[in-house]
């Protein structure tokens, strides 16, 4: 009796060490959606007269460090970056070791974003802040904003927001040399906030970034400014949002190189628009040469009739700025003729066929060339030619209706005497019940002319110039999304321009139409847009 009842003890008792040493939730329980909580840190949380080297940070639970580099944002900025561990394993605590002097009587605020979560179900410790001071005083002053793209109506995340302070150091060139007094961002949202503000005049920049290091790159980064002058103390302020934009790069010649044999691509960047090449050196009096700039490219296309040559010189001028080249001609091949068509298999009635080479053409011969439709017919056509290496055919477009093309060899020729093969292009064209329209009533309550886009997949489809309120009818319209948006023209030039820090010149202001609008074939759709 005795063994059965020593037995029945020793079971109960290994049962019950068995399941302590089971880890985990139970099953049917309830799922832990609760974040880690910070328990204690060591020097606290707030210390005022910081002076240490080390911060540990401790918590309730088992956490892990989520996208740290993403989500951390100190300020103000440092220096030389913290070491932050543990990351990759989990742990009850957050070490941060710092490496910098520290600006004296300044309030740095440790964000972590929502990097910090629990081990087990990743709940995440949302805005987790670690804040001390190394005055006397914990610096309590706010700003609020939100931040924009003025040529992307759908807000981007992860935007850095800067304060610079406006003291005897600072320049406008502070913008591109030196972080900034504090930095915040819009890591979830478009809003962002600055806390722990010291008095001061701040200037607020904002700017989409590569590199993360606060520092502006008019090459790379777009920005944005507030132009005026931020006075703290007062309440909280909330500002119009920052608008952040591309600007214009100067003008700088990179260099030419011969790229095949009788071409040579001139490389450069910023505004081209009175860029022009001039050969200085001697050619044969049958030289031919073309140029044409490569749309959204920094580049321009020289191409010429091959000499024997070593090389070839030239002045390259924008406006004021000249600069001498000389190009070394070293290649031996030819790009031999290529031709393409603008139209695959449908020919939307709006479009036009055009024939694109990759070479200059230099002669057409129209009795090379056949446009038939269906049955053979043939059809009335003019050629026209756009560029120096593109070709428009032109002729009246019949709905619902077969068409074919054919250039028979030595109808167009390049700058190289390089003559095409037969080419033939199959296209059709559908019927205008196909199509849709959009009906637009602008109501302009502004003096200022707008420019009135219509895009889809971010593309322009068609814009309008509008000095006063009007019915526009964009028609024969692809069954696709559409958005449209009002340039405001304060220049009169009928462009957008965008802006320059340096002029404090804000770009000129897009203002979206609030609807996307979903257009379906056999359809009319009436929208009424206010400008004000």
């Not at 939730?25 to 328990?39: C, F, I, N, Q, S």
């Not at 002045?315 to 031999?336: E, G, P």
């Not at 139209?343 to 038939?372: A, E, G």
Request: glycine share 4%.
């Amino acid at each position: 009796m005795k063994f059965y009842y020593r037995f029945f003890i020793v079971t109960i008792f290994l049962s019950l060490i068995t399941s302590c040493a089971k880890k985990g939730r139970p099953e049917g329980g309830p799922k832990d959606e609760t974040a880690p909580l910070l328990v204690t840190a060591k020097p606290p949380y707030k210390t005022l007269n910081f002076k240490e080297d080390e911060i540990r940070i401790y918590f309730d639970e088992y956490i892990v460090l989520k996208d740290l580099s993403k989500q951390l944002v100190v300020s103000p900025p440092l220096k030389n970056p913290p070491l932050i561990s543990p990351q990759g394993t989990p742990s009850k605590y957050i070490t941060i070791q710092l490496f910098d002097t520290l600006k004296p009587n300044t309030t740095y605020t440790f964000n972590f974003g929502s990097a910090v979560q629990d081990n087990n179900e990743n709940n995440k410790l949302e805005n987790f802040k670690y804040i001390f001071s190394t005055g006397d005083y914990i610096d309590s002053l706010k700003i609020k904003g939100s931040v924009g793209n003025v040529l992307e109506p759908k807000p981007k995340k992860n935007i850095s927001v800067l304060l610079y302070e406006l003291d005897s150091t600072y320049t406008d060139s502070t913008f591109y040399k030196k972080k900034p007094n504090y930095v915040t961002n819009t890591i979830d949202s478009v809003n962002f906030q600055f806390e722990n503000l010291r008095k001061g005049k701040y200037l607020m920049m904002a700017i989409d970034e590569t590199s993360s290091d606060y520092i502006f790159n008019s090459k790379t980064d777009k920005l944005a400014f507030f132009k005026d002058t931020i006075s703290l103390p007062r309440d909280t302020i909330v500002l119009e949002p920052l608008i952040t934009f591309k600007e214009d790069q100067p003008y700088s010649f990179k260099r030419g190189r011969e790229i095949t044999k009788g071409k040579i691509l001139f490389g450069f960047e910023g505004e081209q628009e009175n860029m022009k090449v001039a050969l200085t050196s001697q050619v044969p009096v049958d030289f031919k040469a073309f140029s044409q700039f490569e749309k959204e490219k920094d580049t321009l296309n020289y191409w010429f009739t091959p000499i024997e040559a070593d090389s070839l010189n030239f002045i390259v001028t924008n406006s004021t700025v000249l600069d001498t080249v000389t190009v070394r001609l070293r290649k031996k091949q030819i790009d031999s003729l290529a031709i393409s068509s603008s139209v695959s298999s449908t020919l939307h009635l709006k479009d036009t066929v055009f024939l694109k080479t990759n070479n200059p053409i230099v002669n057409i011969d129209k009795t090379k060339f056949t446009l038939v439709s269906k049955d053979s017919i043939p059809v009335d056509y003019s050629l026209k030619q756009q560029e120096v290496n593109k070709l428009a055919v032109l002729f009246t477009k019949e709905q619902k209706t077969n068409y074919k093309l054919t250039v028979f060899p030595n109808g167009i020729l390049d700058v190289f005497e390089t003559p095409n093969d037969t080419l033939t292009y199959k296209f059709s064209t559908k019927g205008k019940e196909d199509y849709g329209s959009i009906v637009l009533k602008v109501q302009k309550e502004i003096k200022t002319p707008i420019i009135i886009e219509l895009l889809t997949d971010g593309n322009l489809v068609k814009q309008e110039y509008v000095k006063d309120s009007k019915e526009i009818l964009f028609d024969l319209l692809q069954p696709k999304e559409y958005s449209i948006r009002a340039i405001i023209d304060a220049n009169e030039n009928k462009v957008w321009d965008t802006g320059v820090f340096l002029k404090k010149q804000q770009p000129e202001k897009i203002i979206y139409f609030t609807k996307e609008l979903k257009l379906r074939a056999n359809w009319s759709i009436n929208e009424t847009f206010i400008v004000e």
